[in-house]
C-alpha cells in the first residue's frame, strides 16, 4: 500500500462516524472528536453553555461530520457554525431568553474572528484637525480591516454582554452592533438602525455625509458621538479626503 492510499484510509477511519475496531484506532477516532468539540466550544463559549455540555457534544459531532476540519488549525471550522445552528432550528432551546442561537452564535464567531484579525495602527480624533471643517462631511474614514457591522432580531448583543458581566438582561430586540478588533483586543459597540446603516455605507467608502444617503432616518444619528467611540476604540486607521470630494 503506497503512503498516499494508507493516509486516505487512515483519514477516512477518523471520520467514520462509528468507532473502528482497531484498538488504536479508537484512540485516534475519539482524540479527534474531543479536541473538535473543544475548539468549537472555546469559539462558542456562550453558546455551548446554554446547551449544556450534553446537547452541545452531540451537535458538534453532527456538525463535524457535515464539516470536517482539513486542517491543523481547527479555529476556521467555526465559520459555517451559526448557518448550521440556523438549519438545525434550535430557538426553542432559548425561546425562553427571547434570543435567537445562530444569531449569538454569529456575534461570538464575529468576536472571535475580530480576536485574531490583523489590526493596523490606530488615529485619533485629532487626526481631523489637518482638515478645514469645511470639507468635514466630504472625508472619508478607512477601519480596522476586521470592522463589522452586524445586525440580529434578537438583543442577542445585550444578551451576550450581560452573561460576560454575569448581569441578566431584559433587552429586547432587534438589536444592530459595530464590532472591531483593536491592538487592545476586540471592541463590541452596540447602534440604533440608523447608525448601523451609515457605519455600513462609511465601510462601502462613502463619506461622512453621503453615507447619511443610505439611512432611513439620519436625524437618529449622533455623529460626534459615534465619532468619538470610533476614534477612542482605535476603529480609525486613516483619514482622506480623495480627490474630487470637494469643490
Known amino acids: 500500500m503506497s503512503l498516499q492510499s494508507w493516509q486516505r484510509r487512515f483519514a477516512a477511519q477518523l471520520d467514520r462516524a462509528e468507532s473502528p475496531e482497531d484498538p488504536g484506532m479508537q484512540v485516534y477516532h475519539h482524540n479527534v472528536r474531543a479536541q473538535f468539540r473543544k475548539a468549537l466550544a472555546m469559539s462558542f463559549p456562550v453558546v455551548a453553555e446554554l446547551l449544556g455540555a450534553a446537547p452541545f457534544n452531540v451537535l458538534a459531532e453532527r456538525f463535524r461530520q457535515r464539516n470536517?476540519?482539513?486542517?491543523?488549525d481547527l479555529h476556521p471550522s467555526g465559520s459555517a457554525f451559526p448557518a448550521f445552528l440556523a438549519a438545525e432550528n434550535?430557538?426553542?432551546?432559548?425561546?425562553?431568553?427571547g434570543i435567537d442561537l445562530s444569531e449569538l452564535a454569529t456575534l461570538e464567531w464575529a468576536w472571535q474572528c475580530a480576536l485574531i484579525a490583523a489590526d493596523r495602527p490606530t488615529i485619533d480624533a485629532s487626526s481631523l484637525a489637518?482638515?478645514?471643517?469645511?470639507?468635514?462631511?466630504?472625508?472619508?474614514?478607512?477601519?480596522?480591516?476586521?470592522?463589522?457591522?452586524?445586525?440580529?432580531?434578537?438583543?442577542?448583543?445585550?444578551?451576550?454582554?450581560?452573561?460576560?458581566?454575569h448581569a441578566s438582561s431584559a433587552t429586547l430586540g432587534p438589536e444592530q452592533a459595530w464590532i472591531t478588533g483593536t491592538p487592545?483586543?476586540?471592541?463590541?459597540?452596540?447602534?440604533?438602525?440608523?447608525?448601523?446603516?451609515?457605519?455600513?455605507?462609511?465601510i462601502a467608502g462613502a463619506s461622512l455625509a453621503t453615507a447619511l444617503d443610505a439611512t432611513d432616518i439620519a436625524?437618529?444619528?449622533?455623529?460626534?458621538?459615534?465619532?468619538?467611540?470610533?476614534?477612542?476604540?482605535?476603529?480609525?486607521?486613516?483619514?482622506?479626503?480623495?480627490?474630487g470630494d470637494h469643490a
Open 90 to 97: 434550535k430557538e426553542s432551546a432559548i425561546e425562553a431568553l
Open 68 to 72: 470536517p476540519s482539513r486542517s491543523g
Open 130 to 165: 489637518r482638515f478645514p471643517p469645511a470639507q468635514w462631511p466630504s472625508l472619508r474614514l478607512q477601519l480596522q480591516p476586521s470592522f463589522a457591522v452586524l445586525r440580529w432580531r434578537t438583543a442577542v448583543a445585550s444578551y451576550w454582554q450581560a452573561h460576560r458581566d
Open 184 to 202: 487592545r483586543g476586540p471592541i463590541l459597540q452596540r447602534c440604533n438602525t440608523a447608525t448601523a446603516q451609515w457605519l455600513e455605507a462609511l
Open 219 to 243: 436625524a437618529e444619528i449622533d455623529i460626534t458621538t459615534t465619532l468619538q467611540s470610533l476614534f477612542s476604540h482605535g476603529a480609525v486607521v486613516s483619514v482622506d479626503l480623495r480627490a
